[in-house]
């Protein structure tokens, strides 16, 4: 295939692909069985999932064929956001629907689970073997006394041990929570204190770049700081014993016990995820068994296109909700493979490597890692065998548009490449991948069904082609049932309904095109707005970052009390660059002429690093606040940092300023 041009797309599915997808088949039978329209592909379908709510979320549940144990009495009982309620009067439980390809006999004895660790061997675990560890597992829960809604913890790394913790506690009708073990104390504390966890499902340290970290002492501070927990696991995988006072894991999984299903309300909480939390404490995100199941299947069925013949591999960690994104390929039959180790060791090609190895049909990544590859000079599809991957899929920022180029010019020309955008707030996507229609350089392909994704103006008013607000105008199953410990809904509210009242506002700057496919521009509560011209941060990112030697950089926009605008421009050098004049002269050329002459930096100044979340976004409004003055305790919560010692640099940059 010859490169794009500006209209022309970079890919486009072949016919056969075509008919073949999951989505167009079940365009087909809702069509026959729902109504829904027969012709006019995606775009049709998309229209009638958002304008006929309630028919396509029913078409979903029987499409997947949700075991309900005791039926709904209607698909949506209130739509009011927030707080619509969905399938009322329903039961079912999610383990069930996870496990459940462990009772074909044929696939029982067929890896459910590959994990690999930094060593790169393989473990397989079977389907029947992850159905007998999670059943045994959740009777030593029910023993322990875990009764549903109880909240089980870990503090985990990416091991089929944690899928096992998981799975169990759904089938309790536990609320799962979990952090990875590079979380310091104060960070996990900050999340599983607000809770209060019964259980805690813990490691003895983990393996990170080819080194063994200790957690012995971070364990111990969790048992004394959680007084709720009624039992500590042991998970021993340095190979240490149980501390005194723990269980240890393998007496609680040798048993061959058949699990026993919970059935809980369609809308029993399965799990908590935090925000980055980067002022106050984290926000503690509840979502429902039901909802996730719908949206997952949905999400990972058609628009991932997954199914028994897939192998799914998404570098992630416990502490994101990629995670659990990736744990619900289970619904779908496929098997999921669980990597725990550092993305760039021994080399920046590390997660090449492991795609060619499990065989991964779809591999998902972080924009920031395509774009760390394309500078390292690697070539992928030159050195793996990368036969089997037929999607790479990329999120946690938007991918630069060079992404698009170095992905189809160095892994396959025939490649899918999924850009996709979502959130924490809901797990799973609001637009990205649909195996049926082509993909433009820069752009995320659609809306995801059922999601009514459009792009507004301060009053309300939907753009297209045009920067705006990035808002859902109807409800999805997986947006949170509520907040921990907000009683009244009020912090739910004001973090996504306070602007625009009963619609979604999720905070990112968006652009739907005229041929319905979306671009992705960066938050929008830390959007560059000047002389009244607004550009999101991720522009001047994959703008400046294309420059050899620059590693990461990091922009703040500062209305100033006197109605000035200071725009600086923070790099972080790559290792023997200087930031000198031609540098200086370089970088501002780069944003003149790529982008717009009024978003040149006033300042481009040399930092040590850029600071971001435990999740690995770059921290802009907390820099914001230090540079407006604000205390560095009341801008930031430290817990939620990966090194609290950088903003330092922006809290004394201030004080120089103010002096």
């Known amino acids: 295939m010859t490169a794009a041009t500006p209209d022309a797309p970079l890919w486009q599915p072949s016919p056969e692909r075509i008919e073949a997808a999951a989505v167009t088949r079940f365009q087909s039978w809702a069509a026959s069985r729902f109504g829904a329209p027969a012709e006019g592909g995606y775009a049709a379908l998309h229209r009638w999932s958002v304008d006929e709510l309630d028919t396509f979320w029913q078409a979903v549940a029987e499409w997947f064929d949700i075991r309900f144990s005791t039926p709904y009495e209607s698909v949506l009982g209130d739509r009011t956001m927030p707080g619509a309620t969905w399938f009322p009067g329903a039961t079912l439980n999610y383990a069930e629907h996870a496990l459940r390809t462990a009772e074909d006999p044929a696939r029982a004895d067929t890896p459910a689970l590959l994990y690999v660790d930094e060593t790169h061997t393989q473990v397989p675990i079977s389907w029947a073997d992850l159905r007998r560890q999670v059943g045994a597992l959740a009777a030593e829960l029910r023993a322990i006394g875990v009764t549903p809604g109880d909240r089980v913890s870990g503090y985990l790394p990416n091991i089929p041990q944690a899928v096992v913790a998981f799975l169990a506690t759904a089938a309790v009708g536990g609320v799962w929570t979990s952090c990875a073990p590079d979380f310091g104390a104060r960070s996990v504390l900050d999340r599983f204190q607000q809770i209060e966890p019964v259980v805690l499902f813990t490691v003895d340290g ?54 026993v299903f919970e059935q809980v309300p369609f809308d029993h909480p399965l799990w908590v995820l935090y925000s980055s939390g980067t002022t106050g404490l984290p926000k503690a995100i509840v979502q429902s068994q039901g909802g996730i199941l ?166 309300g008013k939907p753009l297209t082609n045009e920067v705006g607000e990035l808002v859902v105008t109807n409800p999805l199953p997986s947006m949170p049932i509520r907040f921990w410990n907000d009683p009244d809904g009020s912090r739910y509210h004001d973090s996504y309904f306070d602007m625009y009242p009963g619609v979604w506002r999720h905070g990112d700057w968006i652009t739907i095109t005229d041929r319905g496919s979306v671009v992705i521009h960066g938050r929008s509560d830390s959007t560059l707005n000047r002389q009244g011209v607004r550009m999101g941060s991720a522009d001047i990112y994959e703008a400046v970052e294309r420059l050899p030697e620059i590693r990461e950089s990091l922009v703040i926009g500062l209305e100033e009390p006197d109605g000035g605008y200071w725009m600086p421009l923070f790099v972080h050098l790559t290792e023997g660059a200087t930031l000198d004049d031609d540098l200086r002269v370089a970088i501002k050329a780069t944003i003149r002429e790529n982008l717009s002459p009024r978003h040149v930096p006033d300042e481009v100044i040399e930092v040590p690093a850029i600071p971001h979340t435990l999740t690995g976004k770059r921290i802009e409004v907390p820099v914001k606040r230090l540079l407006q003055g604000t205390e560095l305790a009341k801008a930031v919560n430290p817990g939620s940092v990966d090194n609290l010692d950088l903003l330092h640099f922006y809290a004394d940059l201030a004080a120089k300023r103010r002096a």
């Open 294 to 459: 719908l949206e997952h299947f949905k999400q990972l069925g058609l628009h991932c296109d997954l199914g028994p013949e897939d192998r799914f591999f998404w570098y992630t960690s416990t502490g994101w909700m990629m995670w659990n994104f990736l744990v619900s390929g289970l619904l779908t039959g496929t098997t999921v493979v669980l990597y725990d180790g550092s993305p760039g060791y021994p080399d920046v090609s590390a997660q090449w490597r492991i795609a060619e190895q499990t065989g991964a049909t779809l591999y998902g990544t972080s924009a920031a890692y395509v774009m760390a590859c394309r500078k390292a000079g690697i070539h992928p599809g030159r050195d793996f065998d990368l036969s089997r991957v037929q999607c790479v899929a990329t999120t946690g920022s938007p991918l630069p548009p060079d992404g698009f180029r170095w992905l189809h010019d160095e892994v396959a020309d025939d490649l899918w490449i999924a850009s996709v955008s979502g959130g924490t707030d809901v797990c799973s996507c609001f637009a990205g991948a649909v195996p049926t229609l082509p993909v433009h350089i820069g752009e995320l392909q659609a809306p995801c069904l059922g999601t009514d994704l459009q792009s507004w103006d301060p009053s």
């Open 206 to 259: 983990y393996r990170y770049g080819g080194k063994e970290h200790d957690r012995t002492e971070t364990v111990a501070e969790l048992r004394r700081e959680l007084p709720t927990l009624r039992a500590v696991v042991h998970i021993p995988l340095l190979g240490t014993d149980a501390p005194e006072g723990a269980l240890a894991w393998a007496a609680l999984t040798s048993a061959d016990t058949e699990p």
